[in-house]
């Protein structure tokens, strides 16, 4: 994507647009951590100023080209903006999720040794590892209490450097995955992959799916995600009228932002979808024409429940799927047409449509010889993309344990079909033989309005364990029994509140601590060598 008559770039993004005269405002839910005094409504050249001036921080920290800089803080979009700052030095941006535990926050440090690790108090308050006294340190608020730690007083007012662009094919950024299975994997990404072929890709001006000038583009995720990067850049080089930025699917802070702008198009992470279901009749989503979902597999009920929301006559959801080692791989429109469930028909969101034309490439195959297997078999699924991170930091042979020439293994179950849709299963680590947990979640939460979220965890040698989370805390035995007849054999399910189950930053259910949670075996139906 040619943005004013050249690449999109990281590291002068928001210089770029400023350039163009964009007038895209930036509306957020809270004011930025790292910028309180700046308010919650930025434009183009604010946020250029602000990326140079954390540049300048970075600088006199010490940080050169080509040096690591882990970004540990608690979630906003602040989190972007330093990772631009740190790409303008030439340096590669590391963000790391606040819900990291130390243990798993020490692996991940251990494997990158960062020339420079951000924090904030909250991190270093009882979060920082020990183990990791000697990397240099930014506290971003208040004191840094460690005395060879620096405070943001010890960097202030030291002028950035030019802009230092890498190389179209060196690390640009690494990006860490969700983690439901244990330690995430550091995915290290390019120029080329990030930006040219995925924000690249987002940034043309494709019907329905690119933001329009007057389009009201509202985000909610993760935004120390891989996905935070590419959205900013794609977003930011198409212009809408505004970006709102929410920071919490807590609904105390997301109504404001929603009630005020009215977006026409809301991105956010299937949890925080099911976590506003109840909210839709507040009209905040009134003009929404098109909703995009990634990061995890979104049940039925939800989708219906947005796409009825919305008073636009023709409202699409756009389910993608992919990975943070692979971008977008197929994406699916979904209609209010699409979500009926007629003439005992279920409606399914697995179906996850086809691959992006011209784009990527999908195959299935035997999950012990690795060898590809006739359509509508299923198997272990396979992508070829020219977008393919890089590298997973530290853990070389995983990575090419995973591919095979051009192909990438995903880690996930599913069938294509004859005419090429994919339908997915499960990860292969939580399969559940003769079925897919993921349908039969999807057909619980169809059949009980009252559960908010289905959860079902394969278990060797005795039947899956439903876990669900109930609107009002209880079920009727019978409505459950009616509703899993003709379902495999299931467990007694077991009755959870929303906040204890163990989730990942971008809001997956972490399915390896539910199981330890429950005091189930660690074992599953699956190998759990390819995750």
């Known amino acids: 994507m040619a943005l004013f008559g050249k690449r999109i770039e990281l590291g002068t993004l928001f210089e770029d647009v400023a350039d163009r005269g964009h007038s895209t405002t930036v509306h957020l839910s809270r004011p930025l951590d790292i910028a309180p005094g700046m308010g919650t409504v930025l434009d183009p050249p604010a946020l250029a100023g602000l990326v140079r001036t954390a540049a300048g921080w970075f600088a006199a920290a010490g940080v050169k080209p080509g040096d690591r800089v882990a970004i540990s803080k608690r979630d906003h979009w ?101 983690g439901t299975t244990g330690v995430p994997k550091l995915v290290v990404h390019s120029t080329r992959t990030l930006l040219r072929r995925l924000a690249g890709f987002e940034a043309h001006r494709w019907p329905v799916l690119a933001s329009r000038p007057d389009d009201v583009v509202a985000a909610a ?27 919490s699917a807590d609904w105390a802070e997301a109504r404001l932002p929603l009630d005020e702008h009215r977006p026409t198009i809301v991105e956010a992470q299937p949890s925080t979808f099911v976590r506003w279901r109840s909210r839709t009749r507040s009209g905040a989503f009134d003009r929404v024409r098109l909703y995009i979902s990634t990061f995890d597999a979104v049940h039925p009920p939800t989708v219906r429940t947005f796409l009825n929301a919305t ?8 389910q993608g799927w ?63 993309t020219k977008a393919l991170c890089l590298d997973y930091v530290g853990e070389r042979e995983r990575y090419l344990r995973k591919r095979a020439g051009q192909w990438f293994i995903t880690g996930d179950l599913g069938v294509l079909t004859r005419s090429g849709r994919l339908l997915l299963l499960d990860r292969e680590t939580d399969a559940l033989p003769q079925a897919s947990c993921v349908e039969v979640e999807d057909v ?54 929303w906040g204890r189950l163990p989730r990942t930053a971008t809001g997956k259910v972490r399915r390896a601590a539910l199981r330890e949670h429950l005091g189930l075996e660690p074992g599953t139906h699956g190998t759990g060598k390819w995750t």
Do not use: N
């Open 78 to 178: 602040d989190l972007v903006l330093l990772c631009c700052a740190a790409a303008r030095l030439g340096a590669v941006p590391v963000p790391l999720s606040a819900h990291l535990e130390t243990d798993v926050l020490d692996i991940l440090l251990k494997r990158l040794d960062p020339a420079l690790l951000v924090v904030d108090s909250a991190r270093t308050a009882d979060r920082r590892p020990a183990e990791h006294a000697d990397v240099r340190t930014l506290v971003l608020d208040g004191e840094a209490g460690d005395p060879s730690a620096l405070s943001l007083d010890d960097v202030r007012g030291h002028t950035a450097p030019a802009p230092r662009r890498p190389r179209v094919d060196d690390p640009l950024a690494i990006v860490h995955t969700s």
């Open 221 to 247: 995720f993760s935004f120390a995600h891989g996905r935070a990067l590419a959205w900013t850049a794609a977003v930011s080089a198409l212009g809408p009228a505004k970006m709102v930025v929410i920071t």
């Open 311 to 318: 008073r636009h006559p023709r409202p699409i959801w756009l």
């Open 322 to 384: 992919g990975q943070s080692e692979t971008g977008p791989l197929t994406f699916r429109f979904l209609t209010r047409r699409a979500m009926r469930a007629e003439h005992g028909r279920h409606p399914t969101t697995r179906d996850l449509g086809r691959p992006v034309p011209g784009r990527t490439r999908l195959r299935v195959v035997d999950r012990d010889t690795l060898r590809p297997v006739p359509r509508g078999t299923a198997g272990l699924l396979a992508c070829s």
């Open 444 to 497: 619980i939460e169809d059949r009980l309005p009252g559960v908010g979220e289905c959860v079902v965890l394969s278990v060797p040698g005795r039947p899956a364990q439903p876990v669900l989370v109930v609107e009002d805390g209880r079920l009727d035995p019978e409505q459950w029994r009616d509703a899993v007849a003709d379902l495999p054999e299931l467990a007694d399910p077991v009755l959870m509140e």
